[in-house]
T-cell receptor, first 112, second 118 residues
Framework: DQQVKQNSPSLSVQEGRISILNCDYT??????FLWYKKYPAEGPTFLIS?????DKNEDGRFTVFLNKSAKHLSLHIVPSQPGDSAVYFC???????????FGQGTRLTINP | GAVVSQHPSRVICKSGTSVKIECRSL??????MFWYRQFPKQSLMLMAT?????????EQGVEKDKFLINHASLTLSTLTVTSAHPEDSSFYIC??????????????FGSGTQLSVL
């Protein structure tokens, strides 16, 4: 049972435009959400997170939106840069837990 | 920031041999570390939670006798894949939370180990 789903395995965006990566979850106990970026043969690196008490968190070019009623979150990257090309994972955690549940990942390709 | 070091980065071994992967927290003490596995084009799946000084907690479907975890110190956890078979070929990643955090802190990941069993 996939509790965290990233339904788009890949996304291609023109450099300078906005990249929008989506993530859906099913477990209503999740209350903390994170996005990670991963290059091949490397461990994930943290990008941005959001608590369920918020609906938006922004950090530079990265903004995460959370829609609790729809159990949906999205990561916006603007403007997109070639260095953003990587696999992006969303992850979720129930309150007080340290274990993360990851989505399947979305491979983002930024075209020059 | 906090750093987690994982070694080796790549292992190629024959079927039936055992492989040990080390995960170290370099500038902080980690009472808990996590071991994940990622198959190609799939998600990171939590295998087990490594607890310093006590037994590891394994996720459902993960064989504890096959994936031996030892967390003997506050900076080192090891994962040993015993009697490895080709289906164990995967990318193994460890992670740890910095000491000030629970889930609201950033989870730091090692660089991963690509295991290929021939």
């Amino acid at each position: 049972d996939q509790q965290v789903k990233q339904n788009s395995p890949s996304l291609s965006v023109q450099e300078g435009r906005i990249s929008i990566l989506n993530c859906d979850y099913t477990n209503s106990m999740f209350d903390y959400f994170l996005w990670y970026k991963k290059y091949p043969a490397e461990g994930p690196t943290f990008l941005i997170s959001i608590s369920s008490i918020k609906d938006k968190n922004e950090d530079g070019r990265f903004t995460v939106f959370l829609n609790k009623s729809a159990k949906h979150l999205s990561l916006h990257i603007v403007p997109s840069q070639p260095g953003d090309s990587a696999v992006y994972f969303c992850a979720a955690s129930p309150e007080g837990a340290q274990k993360l549940v990851f989505g399947q990942g979305t491979r983002l390709t930024i075209n020059p | 920031g906090a750093v987690v070091s994982q070694h080796p980065s790549r292992v190629i071994c024959k079927s039936g041999t055992s492989v040990k992967i080390e995960c170290r927290s370099l500038d902080f003490q980690a009472t808990t570390m996590f071991w994940y596995r990622q198959f190609p084009k799939q998600s990171l799946m939590l295998m087990a939670t490594s607890n310093e000084g006590s037994k590891a907690t394994y996720e459902q479907g993960v064989e504890k006798d096959k994936f031996l975890i030892n967390h003997a110190s506050l900076t080192l956890s090891t994962l040993t894949v015993t009697s490895a078979h080709p289906e164990d070929s995967s990318f193994y990643i460890c992670s740890a939370w910095p000491p000030t955090g629970g889930v609201n802190e950033k989870l730091f990941f090692g660089s991963g180990t690509q295991l290929s069993v021939l």
